[in-house]
């Protein structure tokens, strides 16, 4: 994966030549209204912003996108937005209407990534949530290879620049490469010291993929975990890692990520963090204290979606797709 930079932005090189900034803003429960945050990232520099239609408030960051291009602050090419096709959005019929609703929401007229968020389909319709007569999560058993092939369709139309996978295994990534005529550029996976996706990693460099660390941080005060579980950035290797390098300890977590190639989302509703979270660049992590950070790793997984548990495509639970 090469790695450039545009318009001092420290960028990778996707598979199809596009360039991806290396630190983008996640936009996952955002602790303020969203137009407010985005335009306050823009002022501070974020030039990537992750996106999903789930986190219903792509219309408060469209607002930001529309208001910050009105002004002259930024052109629609200084910025790299993603956005993730929801579950209930599968069917090969229902992508096109899908990602028609995602560029009206951010006001966009094509996306720069655009990824299937999780291989498992859920029945479509209004809720994004549905559940069958007993109160369970309704399930479809359609195939993300046909999803896939119609996200390609939408790449040749120049609705999206870049297609690629969040939530998929190395089996599920396979079967994706076997079929493809576009293949994926990005896999957006859950990444941090507790969860270092080496292997995941290894086949998405043979495979020149580029990988996005999502909780980079940890996702303190997730609902995906119990209370106070899993505190990376309260660790005391992390912690004295910090304070030997004069940095705070998501500074420490943002490089590691950055250090390994990978593209690194941390999610900031403050103007405070999202500053520091950029100054990551005047600093480096010696060998010795990347293996220290590889060695934290104990299969630390909280984004497990047990809700979908059973599902034939369940990325984590289901062996007949585990390799
Ligand atoms: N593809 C997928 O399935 C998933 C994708 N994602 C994406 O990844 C993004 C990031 O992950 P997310 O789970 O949100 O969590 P992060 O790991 O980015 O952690 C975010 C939390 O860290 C805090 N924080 C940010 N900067 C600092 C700092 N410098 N010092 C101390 N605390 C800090 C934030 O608080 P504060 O706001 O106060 O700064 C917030 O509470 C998401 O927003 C989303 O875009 C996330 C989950 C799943
Ligand atoms: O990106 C993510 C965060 O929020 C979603 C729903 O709450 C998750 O399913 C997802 O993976």
């Known amino acids: 994966m090469s790695l450039v930079s545009s318009q001092n932005v420290p960028c990778v ?3 199809n030549g596009r360039q991806m900034p ?9 602790q303020r209204k969203a137009s407010e945050v985005v335009r306050d990232a823009i002022e501070v520099g974020y030039r990537h912003f992750d996106c999903a239609h789930i986190y219903r408030n792509e219309q408060g960051v469209g607002e930001a996108f529309n208001e910050c291009m009105e002004k002259g602050v930024i052109k629609r090419e200084d910025i790299f937005v993603t956005s993730k096709l929801w579950n209930t959005f599968h069917h090969p019929s229902m992508v096109r209407q899908a990602l028609y609703t995602t560029l009206d929401n951010l ?8 990824l299937i968020h999780w291989p498992m389909a859920y029945r479509d319709g ?8 007993y109160g369970f999560l309704a399930f479809s058993q359609i195939d993300y290879i046909d999803t896939w092939k119609s996200m390609e369709t939408l790449v040749e139309e120049g609705l999206i620049h870049s297609i690629g996978l969040s939530n998929f295994n190395i089996a599920q990534i396979k079967r994706i490469l076997n079929v493809a005529d576009i293949p994926p550029a990005n896999l957006q996976i859950e990444c941090h010291p507790y969860l270092n996706q080496k292997e995941l990693m290894q086949f998405c460099k043979e495979h020149n993929i580029a990988v996005t660390a999502y909780s980079p941080l940890g996702s303190p005060s997730s609902p995906y975990k119990k ?14 890692l910090a304070s030997k390098s004069g940095k705070t300890p998501a500074q420490i977590l ?11 989302i941390p999610r900031s509703s403050g103007k405070q963090h999202m500053e520091e979270n950029l100054k990551v660049y005047d600093f480096t992590l010696s060998d010795e204290d990347m293996q220290v950070l590889d060695g934290m790793d104990f299969g630390g997984r909280f984004m497990l979606m047990i809700d979908a548990t059973g599902h034939p495509h369940h990325p984590f639970e289901n062996k007949a797709e585990f390799r």
């Open 13 to 15: 090189v996707l598979n």
């Open 254 to 264: 943002i490089r590691y990520q950055l250090q390994r190639g990978n593209v690194v």
């Open 107 to 114: 006001n966009l007229d094509y996306l720069d990534n655009y």
């Open 126 to 133: 209004e809720d994004l949530y549905p559940k069958d007569a």
């Open 22 to 30: 290396m630190i983008g803003l996640g936009t996952w429960r955002l």
């Open 227 to 240: 209370p106070g579980e899993f505190p990376i950035l309260q660790n005391p290797t992390i912690l004295q």
